[in-house]
């Protein structure tokens, strides 16, 4: 009976979330955000012209690559560092015209960290179909599209929503009937 005076609670799976929802908004702790600050001893990216690599590399075979099995926090350095320093500038730039937080900015980093670390060219421009896989990982795809293609250094090889669209409504269709001519008459 000691052990029980002593307050003890036992907790299943998942309960410490839904008992923390119940607890009033002004005695929640703040939350916790990661934030990068410019300190003096980072200073701002240099923003250099970008000229995308105008060899390819070619592969064995194509392989879809699996982001969500990555960690955003432990990803090689890319083999050109001056151009990610120069994505990074471009993004900085973008983000301060339109209004991205601290956190923003940094993600979008780690987006173009992540993608230039595991290119197969070094220095190609970045294909948006590479950069849409980045959901999952939770990494903002739209605003890094908005920063390649800012910088000249996207491939845009997306599927338009209005071919999509026709496509989905004419797939019940039959297929074309071609109508061939005998072999001896023209």
């Not at 701002?44 to 070619?58: F, G, N």
């Not at 083999?79 to 956190?103: F, T």
Request: net charge positive.
């Amino acid at each position: 009976m000691e052990a029980v005076t002593g307050g003890h609670q036992l907790f299943f799976n998942g309960m410490e979330q839904r008992l923390a929802l119940m607890v009033p908004p002004d005695r929640r702790p703040p939350p916790k955000r990661f934030r990068t600050r410019r300190t003096r001893s980072r200073k701002r990216p240099a923003l250099r012209s970008i000229r995308p690599a105008v060899h390819r590399q070619l592969v064995l075979f194509d392989s879809r690559r699996d982001y969500a099995r990555m960690r955003t926090r432990m990803v090689p350095d890319p083999a050109l560092p001056e151009l990610l320093e120069s994505l990074e500038a471009v993004c900085l730039g973008l983000g301060e015209r339109r209004g991205w937080r601290r956190d923003q900015t940094a993600a979008v980093n780690r987006a173009l960290k992540l993608l230039l670390a595991t290119q197969d060219t070094p220095g190609a421009p970045i294909a948006a179909s590479t950069v849409k896989m980045l959901r999952a990982i939770r990494l903002l795809v739209q605003p890094t599209i908005d920063v390649l293609e800012h910088a000249d250094f996207l491939v845009e090889d997306r599927t338009s929503a209005v071919t999509t669209w026709a496509e989905r409504k004419t797939a019940h269709l039959p297929a074309p009937c071609v109508l061939s001519s005998p072999s001896g008459s023209r």
